[in-house]
């Protein structure tokens, strides 16, 4: 593909927060902006990121109702394009099922699907022709010339379709990946407010109280998917298991007790509920004056109920029980609408719309641009960035997901308050290691560590991400041998006492990491281990630490030992500096202008 189409989907996918999602997905998504000229919200909501897509990568219906059915093949190599035939073929069978009336296998989990079923169901009488497209990066006279092609194209004449619908149509097209060009109108999602609850502010930002079933936040998180919770400083914490005992477990008895033994009343739900709170960059009046229309919608507040009432709800949609779906329906929600608030008053309503359930400082900055450019770039190799608290286990349960994070090996990714710690320690700022949470109890602190150039230090993170987990378990595992302590008249008391020390260990730490950059010997190893994360330590690495940190410690608890007389006298900051220098110096480590992490003498700057 051309560089500069990749370099506007890459551009496209960072300011979109989309780090996850495949080069199929966003480049079909920018094909439906510029060919249908729609907006991005309508493009993503009609475009397939996950499996269950019955061969529909995206789909788009037009005003003059016209149908296109797209499957998205991003590939230049003509074999690979072609089997985008048989996705096609799945399509025409599902189309033809939901056309016809006929039994569906299951009501789709898949978002893109989902609203293309209502579509299909709705207005299919009046559906007057449709476009079956296979896209991709090959010149579209070489798909249609092909075999598999002409025989699809006999299949679509002989088929049912063809005959429920006045005009059927195929064709192969090339991506249209050019920089999206302007939308004919903005995608607009119709909320129910209450009478006489708007409150204006000076900035032209606006508060609405709404009453909304709880079904119709379910359906548009069907239609949407987790990209309407993407201003949230979480994705979800429902499979933590603190969670599921305070959130879910209380929840989901509550829709029992409403649903199925009918032992609360449904207008209940609101005195046991404190609401959520959603934005929209701007809404419109509708001609029912309780009728808000509202572009880009996203919950800031309530991503949990939400979760835990579509899946709730997924259960009774199985069991087919009609009365107990209809008590689910009558289930109505407080929520407080935010229109038209600037980036920064959005930041701060979120952060304080979600303190009802404990959240961690570090969470606050999830959404900062930073953090979605680490995000990215990391996503660009392989690896995992997760900048949303739960965002790991609730996406990596899909294979093309799975896939894209190829140089994550099973269950490993990175946190935002472990890169935090990895930069203090390539950058000295040792404090904070012993105590990283302290990056995020102030702006001015998160962002001198997070400074603009960190996202192009990608094989450093990868890199000391490796290594920390073998310097930790080595710096345990030989303080822990007995024979060590023969070596001191106070025993393991000292050595236990001294190494539980935050700002001891964060100085070992430190040593171990400058260690292993600055030693020429390694310099392969260097280069494998910032191509693939690992979960655990790696065997080789935890060997090479173990030869390196008994000296080390036997020295720090020898100078200890001398030093003071007590084994629980702190130690001076000073002191422990020129310590620490000197040791550096006996073992061939340049502390001032060495190799380090995340730095202009990084080995991959």
């Given at each position: 593909m ?7 989907m890459e551009?496209?996918r ?11 997905y ?7 902006m510029n ?13 397939s ?6 061969g529909i990568?995206?789909w788009?219906f ?12 991003f590939?230049?190599?003509?074999d690979?394009?072609?089997?985008g ?13 939901a056309?016809s009336?006929?039994?569906l296998d299951?009501?789709?989990?898949n978002?893109c ?11 299919k009488?009046?559906i ?13 006279g070489?798909?249609e010339n092909s ?8 299949e679509?004449?002989?088929?049912k379709i063809?005959k ?14 050019q ?6 109108s ?14 204006a502010?000076k ?8 009453y909304?079933?709880?079904?119709d936040l379910?359906?548009?998180?069907k239609?949407r998917?987790?990209i309407?919770?993407e ?5 979800s914490?429902?499979a ?10 209380p929840m989901?008895e509550?829709?029992d007790?409403i649903?199925k ?10 005195f046991?509920?404190?609401?959520i709170t959603v ?6 009046q ?6 808000v ?6 919950i800031?507040n309530?991503?949990?109920?939400i ?14 029980i ?5 008590n689910?329906?009558k ?13 920064d ?11 009802q359930?404990?959240i961690?400082?570090?969470q606050?900055?999830?959404?900062d641009q930073?953090h979605?450019?680490i995000e ?9 960035y ?5 965002k790991?286990?609730?996406?990596m349960?899909?294979?093309e ?19 935090a ?16 949470s302290d ?6 602190n ?13 094989k450093?993170?990868?890199?000391t991400?490796n ?13 822990k ?10 025993e ?16 070992l730490?430190?040593l171990?990491?400058a260690?292993?950059y ?16 690992w979960k655990?330590?790696?065997p080789n690495?935890?060997?090479l630490?173990?030869k390196?940190?008994?000296?080390i ?16 006298l ?5 002191k422990?500096?020129e310590?620490i220098?000197?040791?550096?110096i006996e073992?061939n480590?340049?502390?001032k ?5 995340f730095t202009?003498k990084s080995?991959?700057?």
């Amino acid at each position: 593909m051309d560089n500069q189409y990749a370099k506007f989907m890459e551009e496209f996918r960072e300011k979109e927060a989309l780090g996850e999602f495949p080069d199929t997905y966003i480049s079909i998504v920018m094909h439906l902006m510029n060919k249908h000229r729609i907006d991005k919200n309508s493009a993503l909501d009609h475009s397939s990121h996950a499996g269950a897509d019955h061969g529909i990568d995206a789909w788009h219906f037009s005003p003059d109702n016209e149908l296109f059915i797209y499957q998205s093949k991003f590939s230049s190599a003509k074999d690979i394009v072609l089997e985008g035939i048989g996705s096609l073929h799945q399509a025409r069978e599902w189309l033809e099922k939901a056309l016809s009336m006929e039994k569906l296998d299951a009501i789709p989990k898949n978002n893109c699907i989902y609203t293309l079923l209502q579509q299909v169901i709705g207005p299919k009488k009046q559906i007057r022709k449709i476009n079956f497209i296979l896209v991709s990066l090959i010149d579209s006279g070489k798909i249609e010339n092909s075999e598999e092609y002409k025989a699809f194209r006999q299949e679509l004449v002989e088929s049912k379709i063809n005959k429920i619908i006045d005009e059927v149509n195929l064709t192969a097209e090339e991506y249209n990946i050019q920089p999206t060009s302007l939308p004919k109108s903005s995608t607009k999602y119709p909320i129910t407010k209450l009478k006489e609850t708007t409150i204006a502010l000076k900035n032209g930002a606006s508060l609405h109280l709404a009453y909304i079933p709880l079904y119709d936040l379910v359906d548009l998180y069907k239609q949407r998917g987790n990209i309407l919770f993407e201003k949230n400083v979480r994705l979800s914490i429902t499979a933590v298991k603190a969670s599921k005992d305070r959130l879910v477990h209380p929840m989901e008895e509550t829709l029992d007790d409403i649903c199925k033994s009918e032992t609360l009343d449904p207008n209940i739900f609101p005195f046991y509920h404190v609401g959520i709170t959603v934005s929209a960059t701007t809404s419109t009046q509708t001609t029912n004056e309780n009728i808000v229309n509202l572009v880009d919608p996203n919950i800031v507040n309530g991503c949990q109920t939400i979760s835990i009432a579509s899946k709730y709800f997924e259960k009774l949609e199985s069991s087919e029980i009609i009365k107990q779906i209809n008590n689910f329906k009558k289930i109505k929600v407080m929520a407080k609408i935010i229109v038209g608030a600037s980036d920064d008053q959005l930041k701060e309503i979120t952060n304080a719309n979600n303190r009802q359930n404990p959240i961690e400082n570090w969470q606050l900055f999830s959404n900062d641009q930073i953090h979605i450019q680490i995000e990215s770039s990391l996503r660009n190799h392989g690896i995992f960035y997760e900048r949303q608290a739960g965002k790991y286990s609730s996406i990596m349960n899909n294979s093309e997901v799975i896939a894209i994070y190829d140089k994550s090996g099973t269950g490993a990714h990175i946190k935002v308050e472990e890169l935090a710690k990895l930069i203090c320690l390539g950058k000295k700022k040792l404090q904070w290691v012993a105590k990283p949470s302290d990056v995020f109890t102030k702006k001015k602190n998160h962002d001198e560590v997070f400074v603009n150039e960190i996202p192009k230090f990608y094989k450093d993170i990868i890199l000391t991400s490796n290594i920390s987990k073998a310097i930790k378990r080595s710096i345990t595992k030989v303080a822990k041998n007995n024979y060590m302590y023969k070596a001191f008249s106070n025993e393991q008391y000292v050595m236990a006492n001294l190494l539980n020390r935050p700002i001891i260990n964060a100085y070992l730490q430190y040593l171990g990491l400058a260690y292993f950059y600055q030693n020429k010997s390694f310099m392969n190893l260097r280069e494998e281990y910032a191509g693939m994360l690992w979960k655990a330590a790696r065997p080789n690495l935890d060997e090479l630490f173990e030869k390196f940190y008994p000296k080390i410690i036997i020295k720090l608890v020898e100078w200890y030992t001398n030093e003071y007389k007590s084994p629980a006298l702190e130690i001076g900051s000073e002191k422990l500096e020129e310590f620490i220098n000197k040791l550096s110096i006996e073992e061939n480590i340049d502390l001032k202008n060495g190799r380090m992490p995340f730095t202009d003498k990084s080995n991959f700057s």
